[in-house]
């Protein structure tokens, strides 16, 4: 009889978490900031189509990135919660942080018992009514949740784009000046990115009672400073 | 969190989903023989709808009523289904009440699931399937029969639907009416109805219809300017969904009221 190999669960930890690093690494970055009429949301996505924000809930949006397949599951399975527990109890009861641990519970769930991690990162976002009650999700392929005050950036290089936000992210920026910040931080020094690589959604506190709102291919160009 | 497999993954069906998880509305079976005059269940009554030349008018009175009592003076039967569609109820206000909400979720979720809005013509679809779902209660006297319109962007025009208690869906070409005044209210309309209409005369016919079906029929309420009420009367055209102020529809109301004391008077 032939016996398994033994792995140490810390070396099986380990081997998931590269594995799923390695997805996420290599799809584009995607960063959420804080303005002063909510939470604004810039991809970079080459797709016109395959959408990588979108919207939840009246003032919640969803943002993922890696394999979309896998994080588009996830945005459909947190429509369904939230339309669920709103049909349920009421909408004002719907709020992002207890979605944002029932996708970590979700994540770490598929990270421990599944034969593959999801390579996903997803963002969930709430505008509050007040600017001091926004808040951003970040949740890792391993079901690690961070609770993310000004902005956030997910995806490949990460790192050096969060270095290049908290550079140049200040509160109080208008849509225009948020974009631009985001745009800058995805793209680096040695490069731009075209406008129609560009995804950006805002969630707006003006917007009555559904917050969320796609800029289209013209709105983003008309923010951009000219080139 | 729900999560499916793919074959039982209910898509973007709303209900389907309420089903799978073990909360469909319409899953308890209503035994006994108590009908729903014997439950006093509140009735809603008269509404409108009319086609003009740059969309649709919908309107409806406020009273609910159970037997000959005034159960509510302030109910609205006439409501935004999403950005560019309504929907007015006749019927059991209870199960009406619910079907509208739910028949709003279900557009919502299925614009969010899918990224884009369903056709008009798919709204009254699904509107069509909910008011047949409903047919074991309306067998016990709880009828809900609803009106449907809204701006089709494809056609660009205004359309509107009327549906009987088994779901039938009919499309009316200029205008509707349902609920126990809507005799009155139709023949109104009926006479004063031109196929180009403007959204001012339009407002304004649907407002008379109201008028004069509250005047004949005593489960529909007519303007109540002692509280303030009037009936919700709203249009939709390209921008979506806009109720008329009541303020507005007071200025209008008291012109009417000039005019059929003059009528039935003199001046």
């Not at chain 1, 990135?65 to 339309?83: H, P, T």
């Not at chain 2, 793919?6 to 308890?28: M, T, V, W, Y």
Request: with cysteine.
């Amino acid at each position: 009889m032939s016996m398994p190999f033994y792995v140490a669960p810390e070396q099986m930890m380990k081997d998931r978490a590269d594995y799923a690093r390695k997805g996420i690494a290599r799809g584009r970055a995607l960063v959420a900031m804080r303005y002063q009429d909510g939470i604004a949301i810039v991809a970079e996505n080459a797709s016109e189509t395959l959408r990588k924000v979108s919207e939840i809930y009246d003032r919640i949006a969803f943002a993922g990135v890696g394999k979309y397949n896998e994080f588009d599951q996830l945005r459909v399975a947190g429509i369904r919660s939230a339309d669920l527990k709103g049909f349920q109890y009421s909408r004002d009861d719907v709020d992002a942080r207890s979605l944002a641990n029932s996708y970590a519970q979700m994540l770490g769930n598929i990270f421990t018992h599944e034969m593959k991690p999801m390579e996903v990162e997803i963002l969930v976002a709430e505008v509050g009514r007040e600017p001091d009650a926004d808040q951003m999700f970040h949740i890792l392929y391993d079901g690690t949740v961070v609770d993310e005050r000004d902005h956030a950036a997910l995806g490949g290089d990460a790192e050096a784009i969060r270095t290049r936000l908290t550079e140049n992210w200040s509160e109080g920026l208008d849509l225009a000046g948020v974009v631009a910040v985001g745009v800058a931080a995805l793209s680096g020094d040695e490069r731009e990115i075209p406008a129609g690589d560009l995804e950006v959604a805002e969630l707006c506190r003006g917007n009555g009672r559904r917050c969320f709102h796609r800029l289209s291919e013209a709105d983003v160009l008309a923010l951009l400073p000219p080139s | 969190m729900p999560f499916f497999t793919p074959s039982e993954d209910p898509g973007s069906n709303f209900p389907d989903l309420l089903k799978r998880i073990g909360l469909d509305p319409s899953a308890r079976p209503i035994e006994g023989k108590l009908l729903a005059d014997d439950l006093g269940v509140p009735h809603a009554t008269t509404c409108v709808a009319l086609r003009y030349d740059g969309g649709v008018v919908m309107a409806g009175d406020r009273r609910a009523t159970s037997g000959n009592l005034i159960s509510h003076r302030t109910m609205e039967k006439v409501v935004q289904a999403d950005r560019h569609s309504g929907v007015a109820i006749a019927g059991s206000a209870g199960p009406a009440m619910e079907m509208v909400k739910l028949f709003q979720l279900q557009l919502e979720h299925y614009e969010k699931v899918e990224g884009s809005s369903l056709s008009l013509e798919g709204k009254a679809n699904q509107l069509s399937a909910m008011v047949r779902g409903n047919l074991p209660a309306a067998m016990q006297g709880m009828v809900v029969v609803p009106i449907f319109a809204g701006y089709d962007l494809l056609r660009s025009t205004g359309r509107l639907w009327d549906f009987d208690a088994t779901g039938g869906r009919y499309e009316e070409r200029n205008h509707v009416a349902t609920g126990s005044g809507s005799l009155h209210a139709s023949t109104v309309i009926k006479v004063g109805f031109t196929t180009d209409l403007t959204r001012d005369a339009a407002i304004d016919l649907a407002a008379t219809a109201l008028w004069e079906a509250a005047d004949a029929d005593s489960a529909t309420g007519g303007p109540d300017a002692l509280r303030g009420i009037y009936p919700v009367v709203a249009w939709i055209d390209s921008d979506g969904w806009e109720r008329v102020t009541d303020s507005d529809l007071a200025e209008r109301y008291g012109r009417i009221i000039d005019a059929v004391s003059e009528r039935v008077v003199g001046s």
